[in-house]
């Protein structure tokens, strides 16, 4: 089990853990990584580490924590860049997260990697519907939404399908390829379709009288 720091010295260890976990990810797959070589680039003692972790998978599960924390949080900016449709925002919000997985190899390892633990990749669908429920939010602000049933679930699907995709091209390539992308792209929109329809309405502002 991971111990949570209470008070600030402990936090900024912890933090300081996570930190070098992240710096060794950066070159090294997580079965490279012990606690001994984690406490080395911390500048620690193993027993400072194994303080608030039972073993090295532990500190990974809390950095993807982390990361994962991230992608919620890119949710409170807006999208980066214009749209008209659910496709092109779709398209906006999921390129945002390419654009971080290409530029964080630690992330990719964790999260996309032919290395995931079975803990990790738990947690990372119970945190795929937390991104679900902001992405059902931020289309429901924007357009006319069908109402159906568990639309919760069929986003949170959606980001297991794109996942997957990805994942198969950072095992292949090591990066999340434009090729693999286009693909993931379509069969995103192609399984939206199955209950969402072609065009959604725009949400007028509160202000506009009709």
Not at 90 to 118: D, F, I, K, V
Not at 141 to 160: G, I, K, N, Q
Not at 181 to 189: C, G, K, L, V, Y
């Amino acid at each position: 089990m991971i111990r949570q720091p209470r008070q600030k010295r402990s936090q900024q260890r912890f933090e300081a853990i996570l930190d070098a976990a992240e710096r060794l990810l950066m070159v090294q797959e997580p079965d490279a990584i012990s606690i001994y070589t984690l406490a080395e680039e911390a500048e620690i003692s193993p027993p400072s580490i194994y303080h608030f972790f039972s073993d090295a998978g532990q500190v990974f599960i809390a950095l993807s924590e982390r990361f994962l924390v991230n992608f919620v949080a890119g949710f409170d900016c807006p999208p980066s860049g214009p749209f008209t449709t659910w496709q092109e925002l779709l398209q906006l919000r999921y390129r945002e997260g390419l654009e971080y997985y290409n530029a964080h190899a630690p992330a990719r390892r964790l999260l996309l990697g032919s290395g995931l633990s079975a803990t990790i990749r738990g947690r990372d669908l119970e945190n795929d519907r937390q991104l679900a429920q902001r992405t059902l939010e931020e289309m429901r602000s924007h357009f006319v939404m069908p109402e159906a049933p568990d639309m919760v679930e069929r986003f949170t699907e959606l980001l297991v399908i794109s996942d997957a995709l990805w994942a198969l091209s950072v095992h292949r390539h090591g990066t999340i390829t434009e090729a693999y992308e286009e693909q993931a792209r379509r069969a995103r929109e192609a399984y939206c379709r199955t209950f969402l329809p072609e065009y959604l309405p725009t949400r007028l502002p509160e202000d506009v009288v009709t």
